[in-house]
């Protein structure tokens, strides 16, 4: 079957530091691979996806590159921010599938001033 | 983007009672409905897909007599926990979206049962 796996949290960090959360997958067939994030007390948001192999989703500063590989779909940020303080989901939903997502745990950031 | 809404947020109950949850899409019409179940530090489960004038379908293992989903409109499904006990006690999150094949979806921002 299909499966998420991120790196457990919190993940704490100053503002201004570099941040990675780990994000590989199982899956059969061609996954599309997103990241959520959810701010305290908000529903997920979709920060960016990637839909085939090498392809870099961007947003806000954040980016991921969907590394067939390696099955990973690591989320980057050069500098992180106190506003970037959520929760991070990691997820996948198959290609022509019924677009209903697979789920990561979700990762805790807490940045610091 | 795209709201959608959740009430109560939280709610506290005795158990045996039966608890109802809104999920509204305040600006869109949403076809397809979904309802997730999230305990702490784990992912988020989907428990069933409801789509607009049917019934719902209700994934491996979820009892759909003791979780009642109705989506009688385009902007409302409800989550009914009928004769609720401490084990359901949960995060439930709604999300919505239209189209049958589209990738998005909205997300409402859950909420939090309790169950004495």
Known sequence: ????????????????????????YTA????????????PGEGLQLLLKATKADDKGSNKGFEATYRKE??????EKGSVQVSDSAVYFCALHLSGGSYIPTFGRGTSLIVHP | ??????????????????????????????TTMFWYRQFPKQSLMLMATSNEGSKATYEQGVEKDK???????????????????????????CSARWGASTDTQYFGPGTRLTVL
Request: hydrophobic residues 35%.
């Open chain 1, 1 to 24: 079957g299909n499966s998420v796996t991120q790196m457990e949290g919190p993940v704490t960090l100053s503002e201004e530091a570099f941040l990675t959360i780990n994000c590989t």
């Open chain 1, 28 to 39: 059969t067939g061609y996954p599309s691979l997103f990241w959520y994030v959810q701010y």
């Open chain 1, 70 to 75: 390696t099955t990973s779909f690591h989320l």
């Open chain 2, 1 to 30: 983007g795209a709201v959608v809404s959740q009430h109560p947020s939280r709610v506290i109950c005795k158990s045996g009672t039966s608890v109802k949850i809104e999920c509204r899409s305040l600006d869109f019409q949403a």
């Open chain 2, 67 to 93: 979780f009642l989903i109705n989506h009688a409109s385009l902007t409302l499904s409800t989550l009914t926990v009928t004769s609720a006990h401490p084990e359901d006690s949960s995060f439930y999150i």
